[in-house]
Nanobody
Framework: QVRLVESGGGVVQTGGSLRLSCVAE????????IQWYRQAPGQEREFVAA????????DYADFVQGRFTISRDNRRNTAYLQMNNLKPEDTATYYC??????????WGQGTQVTVSS
């Protein structure tokens, strides 16, 4: 399956912004629906946002509505997660998932986001 590499994480203060990137290194990103998930220490991995392979349909978890925006540039083989107005509870490792079908998918290695209060 596709090899995905995330970047863009870091440490920001409450109210700050980050843009995460997810690059498909070995296959066309256009063949995959992309989802972002996150996992905080001691917690289950949870869904954050999704975008269909054409880019026309997006979906968000209730807790990020209005603060995060998922997008993609298939020409650059890259998907993005723009995160604004970050809160301490957004602190987690963020993972990109590329889904070709319901059972054929790949995960990236994750990028750490830390929001200080």
């Amino acid at each position: 399956q596709v090899r995905l590499v995330e970047s863009g994480g870091g440490v920001v203060q409450t109210g700050g912004s980050l843009r995460l990137s997810c690059v498909a290194e070995d296959r066309p990103l256009s063949n995959y629906d992309i989802q972002w998930y996150r996992q905080a220490p001691g917690q289950e991995r949870e869904f954050v946002a999704a975008i269909r392979r054409s880019g026309g349909i997006t979906d968000y978890a209730d807790f990020v509505q209005g603060r995060f925006t998922i997008s993609r540039d298939n020409r650059r083989n890259t998907a993005y997660l723009q995160m604004n107005n970050l809160k301490p509870e957004d602190t987690a490792t963020y993972y990109c998932k590329g889904s070709r079908t319901a059972v054929l998918y790949s995960w990236g290695q994750g990028t750490q986001v830390t929001v200080s209060s």
